[in-house]
């Protein structure tokens, strides 16, 4: 089963001051980036929550974000003015510098303004085991999306079928079309001048070899039956979908660069359009 890699998910635990909350969203991306928000973690801790959302999320960027139940009544937490101040005069410099503006709320959130002497995450294991829930509703979105992200693509592939299916039917009759033509004006061109008839037909017979199209046809309907295969395995397919969409995008381009039918062309440039939108879902599997 293919999985997207759009998803989110949170848990909460604790009460009252003690209540905290993960929450972990994940975009596409080539491969797996991790950011962290709303808390400094041990470089241990960090390293076991990477190596967890390494396991279970595999690709794709995540925001994993935590959010700590403080309140001003709160005698166990104080405002960092010295990081608030740090972050003011980086995000200054990187505006001066790059002519870029950059608003804060992308940056941080509130709780990352404040320094937690008594800290709520300080249970390593119940930290870990809310992680690993978090990254398993994630997993549940994914699927979920998954599911609809195949359904359009099998949609579409059964489409590029059919079209195939027609330009197929049409080759013998397009082929003997463009033998005659080839002909007739060969013939025009020598109409007063003696040349060998078997020799012309063997010229012909040479062009329509060049310009057949069978081979990109066969290669088109492995690569098919090879994309149907590979979107039904429970492992991550995205990239390898992505490679078999080139290749299958290939064989399209050849063979409207062979053909000298507007039908097949026409066909052709419907199929290029089915391609593109498979690839812009393809780039969203995990």
Same mark, same amino acid.
Request: glycine share 4%; net charge positive.
């Given at each position: ?46 390293? +076991? ?95 979920? +999306? ?127 359009? +089915? ?12």
């Amino acid at each position: 089963m293919i999985q997207s890699m759009t998803g989110y998910g949170n848990t909460t635990s604790g009460k009252g001051s003690n209540r905290f909350t993960i929450s972990i969203k994940t975009v596409n991306a080539r491969f797996l980036d991790i950011k962290f928000k709303g808390c400094d973690l041990e470089p241990n801790v960090e390293k +076991e929550i990477r190596d967890i959302i390494s396991a279970k999320l595999v690709r794709g960027t995540v925001f994993i974000n935590f959010d700590q139940n403080l309140t001003s009544n709160d005698e166990a937490s104080h405002f960092n003015e010295e990081r608030f101040e740090m972050l003011l005069s980086v995000i200054d410099r990187i505006e001066k510098k790059y002519k870029k503006r950059i608003n804060i709320d992308n940056v941080m959130n509130i709780n990352d303004f404040f320094q937690t002497r008594n800290d709520n995450l300080s249970d390593f294991n119940e930290l870990l085991k809310n992680i690993k829930s978090t990254c398993n509703k994630v997993v549940i979105m994914r699927k979920q +999306e998954g599911v609809l992200l195949k359904k359009d693509i099998d949609k579409r592939i059964a489409k590029l079928k059919n079209i195939l299916d027609s330009i197929e039917k049409q080759i013998p009759l397009e082929s003997r079309k463009r033998s005659n033509k080839l002909k007739k004006r060969i013939s025009d061109l020598l109409e007063s001048s003696q040349f060998d008839e078997s020799r012309l037909n063997q010229e012909i017979a040479l062009l329509s070899e060049k310009s057949d199209i069978t081979e990109e046809v066969v290669r088109l309907r492995s690569h098919f039956i090879q994309f149907k295969k590979i979107s039904r395995e429970n492992k991550p397919a995205g990239k390898r979908l992505a490679f078999l969409l080139q290749e299958i995008s290939r064989e399209i381009n050849t063979i409207g660069s062979k053909s000298f039918s507007e039908k097949i062309i026409n066909k052709v440039i419907m199929m290029k359009d +089915e391609a593109e939108k498979i690839r812009e879902q393809v780039q969203n599997i995990l």
